[in-house]
């Protein structure tokens, strides 16, 4: 029974990694197109009032980035291997798309993308400027992890607070999707629903959705929408647990094979994000 709501738990979050980068790449496709067809209907970037693609798909990928390296972190012997695996998943496949991008002509937008948007001048070519951010997030992951566990309930009120203050903060600056110090938070989140919501019902899913509804159309002034961040990511994150729960239960061939794209997409997701600007733009 255990080892069959893990596989359950697992192919939830292939399905959420898949769609988180999936509205990101859809984000960037119409991002070029709005700079070439202008005021095109046929480019989207937003839904409703607050429905910002790029901004649920960022909010999605961190959440599930914490909740997955606790998998990855428990699997692990010791920090040793932990960092190793960590280096081996990230390095190579970044480096080989760095050498070929540059090969063909030095495509510009990275690793140290997360740099250069606060003003210091890298050599950005191929990535999301949010890989170099959750790289330093993994980098402290096994200390939030260990606070979680040990702490559950000071560290939970600690992060909510900190993150209220924190959006209070930066909300001036146009950084709170971009921002680390804040993001942290929402890593941390992703982190207490691997531990606490394993299993979410369809029926919660169906509330959760609804609630994402009243969120995107419903206008709000904007130092509210400043704490939707995290809020809309955490919903999406229901969804597709509560989806992923239904699906896994499904076995025929149609929904076998839906799984098996889903999977590819969430197994390659990396890649895609290091290579997509470039194909776009080319």
Known sequence: QKTKESKKRYFSYDLMRAAAMLLIVFYHMNCEWSARLMESPLVVTKIGAQGYLGWQGVSL?????????????????DLKTYYKK???????????????????????????????????????????????????LYIVFPVLYALVKRYPKPTLIAAILYYLVMVQLLGNTGRVDKDILLNIVVFIAGIYLYRYVKNVSLRTGVAAAGVLCLV???????RVTWYLFAVEGILWYLIFMAAGNALDRIKNFPCVILKKLIGVLSKYSYEIFLLHHVLITV
Request: proline share 4%.
């Open 216 to 222: 995107v159309f419903i206008p709000l002034p904007e």
């Open 61 to 77: 990928f961190i959440l599930v980035s914490g909740a997955a390296q606790c998998i990855s972190y428990e699997r692990c012997s």
């Open 86 to 136: 960590r280096w081996w998943s990230i390095f190579p496949s970044f480096y080989m798309a760095y050498f070929v991008c540059y090969l063909m002509g030095g495509f510009g937008g990275g690793l140290d993308g997360y740099a250069s948007l606060f003003g210091i001048q890298s050599h950005y070519l191929v990535g999301e400027w949010f890989i170099g951010m959750i790289l330093v």
